[in-house]
């Protein structure tokens, strides 16, 4: 069976769910082969089998972390020319997107980016217009190279135990060309993360003000949710641009999400409407949310919000 490349996107070892999407995805066409660079990969191996990595390419030489993007670029085009893969995957992140692009122009292969689904052939399905059009498109050239969205794909475990081999690439002065001086470790906070979450809790213009988003992080608190923002609520400065949901912002597929004071649009949408089960409160009955939701309650979510979320905590 051919190798699927696979890139793995972990934070120090821990591996993010999209990784998990990606090798399901890879295993209903071939064998996953997951691609590991940098240091952790002993606590992270177990993971990876249990998603169904067949084979593990490691990489741990400290060099390929110590610059942007362009080593893992250059190692996953190595790998693609000795290991000849039916396809690479990488998640359709800001950064697997540009290691996606380069690996294309190194590898002289056609690029598929911000793909929903795989089906057979390597074809792959866009979400476009806001969800409103479902496209398809297929790499005619090279290695098709997909970068696929979190959240498009429930990961399904399924265990083995990886095969290894070390790997390692000499990087030309221009894969250097951008170092990394500092990391910052963004505070990871009591909260999970928004595109992991289990459920979601979203707030938009109807919060009304910043001060106001302390009602849905209370909701969100309760039900142990992360918290979301319509663009709405973002570009007018009462929550950071980093939990927009939507089109521009991030694709979410919990279990439950929870829409307060959010309308509905088209391009918020995009990034919610496969979440599993949809509640929505808003003041307005002909809100289009109410097309979408599984629940909704018409109210004023300043009366609503704070009695759900205390009757969720008397219950807990
Ligand atoms: P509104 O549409 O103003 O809705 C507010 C809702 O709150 C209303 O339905 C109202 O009835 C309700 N409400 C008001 N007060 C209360 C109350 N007291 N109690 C209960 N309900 C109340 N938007 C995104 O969210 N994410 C994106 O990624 C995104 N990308 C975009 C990309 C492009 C290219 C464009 C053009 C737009 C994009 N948008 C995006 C913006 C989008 O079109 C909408 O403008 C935005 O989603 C509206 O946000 P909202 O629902 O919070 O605000």
Redesign the pocket.
Known sequence: MAEILVLVDHVDGEVKKVTLELLTLAGRFGEPAAVWIGPGYEGAKDRLGEYGAAKVYVAADEELNSYVVAPKAALLAQLVNEKSPAAVLVSATAEGKEVAGRLAVKTGSGVLTDVVDVAEGFVGEHSIFGGGIIAHAKVNTGTPIIAVRPNSVAPEPNAVTPAEEQVSVALSDADKAAKIVEKVVQEKGERPDLTEAAIVVSG???VGGAENFTIIEGLADSLGAAVGA????TDAGWYPHQF??????KTVSPQLYIAV???G?I??RA?MQTSKTIVA????PE?PIFELVDYGVVG???QVAPQLTEEITKRK
């Open positions: 938009g213009r109807g319509s663009r709405a609520a927009q949901v939507g089109q521009t912002g004071g959010i309308s649009a391009q918020h990034g409160i808003n003041k307005d809100a004023d979510l300043f």
